[in-house]
């Protein structure tokens, strides 16, 4: 498989240079040059495959010029190691957990297949690789975690000091070995600014090798597919053959465009629903047809705090950017903090089931988005846990037990390491790496 840039030069590359560039030269996003259709009889076979047989097959096309079927076996098997549930909520509406990995949150699934997916096609033998990435909470751990102890590979991480939460920074200060997690004076923004200036520095790049692990690599979006196509088989299982709606909580909108993207390889959906919070430029295209990104307004589901989602054009990329073929396939409902307590208060009192902020906009959005016969479910894309002071605030009984169930993960030893916000100070760490 080669991929495109979507940009005006149409760049194509094979999957190493895409995954190692991140963006194309002109600075847009890559996507694959087609979209394989999927054997009917693999399609009618889902419910009896295990998540790593689905990955194998699903993945297979993009990456078979570069990686031998054992290397992919192998692959989608550490990757998918922890459970994707289908969970029922109320009659017709489930849930797919997608947070049973190791910082949870669903971003574990791209991190740990891109921390192999590098691993594997930079080897060891060639000079140390250095991934640098700036997060907001989520990422940093998913990709800590992802890339702990993954051979030949340095992880930096930079946040803000003092603005993620205690779960948060926990989950990238206490593995150790290949992982450096790194407080810097001063708010996101500062860290993502280091971290430009970096990819910017000449002399440092031809010292050492970086690369970004962000949400727009390849290697991350690629394995968001499958645990698709594991929803809809056990979704379809229990509702006659019926192919549900499916709603994805979005911020980048990076998770929907690889459902989209599995639609697209045959799996069988009945249409998407696309959840946000307040940042709704998506929802006011849909509506008015004109694309008018904002400032990021600060919500109580953050990970979804984004004013001009990277991913949309890959999104639309798929609609060959026609939105009357987009309206077809996918609406939008935006959820607002006052009905995100609401919602996590009123499933748990009425269905006992906790749900996290971004997850509560999932349920509320797919909710109001069904109609007559329909069924679906929504994707949970992180544990409640993560998010424990909303909870607090709404059902503090709840989220007291739920806090010494997690207790270990609050405070365990930290390998902590601070820095002001100079970029000598980055550069001089990442030189003696
Ligand atoms: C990243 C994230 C999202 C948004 O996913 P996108 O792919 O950016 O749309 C939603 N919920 C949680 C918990 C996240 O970490």
Redesign the pocket.
């Known amino acids: 498989m080669q991929y495109k840039s979507l940009g005006q030069e149409e760049q194509v590359v094979s999957l190493p240079e895409g995954v190692f560039k991140g963006l194309a030269d002109d600075g847009s996003l890559f996507m694959p040059v087609e979209i394989p259709r999927l054997q009917e009889d693999f399609l009618s076979a889902l419910p009896e495959l295990t998540l790593p047989e689905m990955a194998f097959s699903v993945l297979r096309p993009y990456v078979h010029e570069n990686l031998d079927d054992t290397v992919l076996t192998k692959m989608v098997q550490e990757t998918f190691s922890f459970p994707i549930p289908l969970v029922s909520v109320h009659d017709k509406i489930n849930v797919l957990e997608l947070f049973h990995g190791p910082t949870q ?3 574990d699934v791209g991190a740990r297949f891109l921390s192999r997916l590098m691993s594997h096609l930079h080897p060891v033998e060639n000079d140390k690789m250095v991934v640098l990435t700036a997060t907001s909470g ?1 990422t940093g751990g998913a990709v800590a975690h992802g890339f702990h102890k993954v051979p030949g590979i340095e992880v930096v991480v930079l946040y803000p000091e003092g603005k993620i939460s205690p779960y948060q920074e926990n989950q990238m200060t206490t593995l150790g070995h290949n992982i450096h997690a790194i407080a810097i004076e001063g708010a996101f923004d500062d860290c993502q600014r280091l971290v430009k200036q970096a990819f910017n520095d000449r002399s440092l790049r031809e010292q050492v090798s970086i690369t970004s692990a962000n ?1 727009i690599n390849l290697g991350r979006l690629l394995p968001q597919m499958v645990y698709y196509f594991q929803g809809v088989a056990r979704s379809m299982q229990q509702n006659n053959g019926t192919a549900p709606v499916v709603c ?9 465009t690889a459902a989209i993207m599995a639609n697209r390889m045959g799996l069988r959906v009945k249409r998407f629903v696309a959840a946000t919070n307040a940042n709704d430029v998506v929802p006011r295209f849909l509506e008015s047809g004109d694309y008018d990104p904002r400032q990021t307004i600060v919500t109580l ?1 953050n ?2 705090d ?1 004013g001009d ?1 990277s ?1 949309f054009p890959r999104m639309y990329a798929l609609f060959q950017n026609n939105l009357e073929e987009l309206k077809k396939l996918l609406s939008a409902n935006v959820v607002t903090d006052d009905e995100i307590r609401e919602t996590i208060k009123s499933v748990y009192n009425d269905f006992n089931y906790l749900l ?1 902020p ?1 997850s509560a906009a999932g349920y509320l959005g797919l909710k109001r988005e069904l109609w007559g016969e329909e069924h679906g479910f929504f994707v949970s ?2 544990h409640p846990i993560k998010f424990i002071e909303i909870v607090e605030d709404v059902l503090p009984g709840v989220a007291q037990k739920l806090k010494q169930d997690f207790q270990a993960n609050f405070d365990s030893a930290k390998t902590k390491e601070s820095m002001g916000n100079s970029y000598n100070s980055l550069k001089e760490y990442l030189l003696q790496l």
């Open positions: 949150a669903f971003k989520d949400s994805v909580p979005s911020g980048n909108f990076g998770n929907i589901a990970a979804m984004v989602p991913n996290d971004h894309t992180a």
